[in-house]
């Protein structure tokens, strides 16, 4: 599966200031039954965006037509909980490119960068700031650029870098999934094997 290319972003953001958020709220487990990662992202947050009766629950922030963007601000150690793919799947699929926490799950942080989804870890003073900026101004923008990897608030200007493994920073600047990536140096593993013979 390729992905696409993500170099810079530039938008508003989502918060979702509630912290411990596991993957069985991101992507409840009856939803889990397809095999590809088409169509998670209408059941994102299931049972936080809707009623018993599937009516739309107005005071959950992604119904609340305030806010928009492809950048989801979260509390704290998101995305606990079990291993499941599917919450990467759900949250890329509604549209989102990238999740800052001040704590993200190791498990879902590999999940999100092997699907197109970039995991930014903050410190909690920063996340704090964005939260902030975002209640003061709905539509404040975040910008957060992959290449040197630091993220700007544009409320204020404040800035922060961030960590990311390079192989997995090598696969999002080009648009890799591994397949692609071993595929990109297949000269060089011929040539490896050629030089061992």
């Known amino acids: ?4 290319k993500f170099h810079t972003i530039t938008s508003p953001a989502v918060p979702l200031p509630i912290e411990n958020v596991d993957t069985d709220q991101i992507i409840p487990a009856r939803f889990l039954k397809a095999t590809t990662r088409e169509g998670f992202g209408e059941n994102l947050f299931r049972d936080w965006r809707f009623d018993k009766n599937n009516q739309s629950k107005p005071d959950f922030v992604l119904n609340n037509d305030q806010y928009s963007g492809t950048i989801l601000v979260a509390g704290k150690n998101f995305g606990s909980g ?7 799947w759900a949250i890329h699929d509604f549209g989102f490119k990238v999740v800052i926490s001040s704590n993200l799950a190791d498990i879902f942080k590999n999940n999100a960068l092997n699907n197109g989804l970039l995991p930014v870890q903050v410190s909690e003073e920063f996340l704090a700031s964005l939260f902030t900026a975002i209640e003061a101004d709905h539509g404040t923008e975040i910008t957060v650029d992959l290449e040197s990897q630091v993220i700007t608030l544009s409320f204020t200007g404040a800035s922060e870098s961030f960590d990311i493994n390079p192989y997995k920073k090598e696969c999002l600047l080009n648009g890799y999934d591994d397949i692609d990536f071993l595929l990109s140096i297949k000269d060089k593993i011929a040539q490896f094997e050629s030089d061992r013979t």
């Not at 079990?82 to 990467?88: G, L, N, P, Q, V």
């Open 1 to 4: 599966m390729s992905i696409d």
């Open 82 to 88: 079990s291993s499941r793919e599917h919450a990467a």
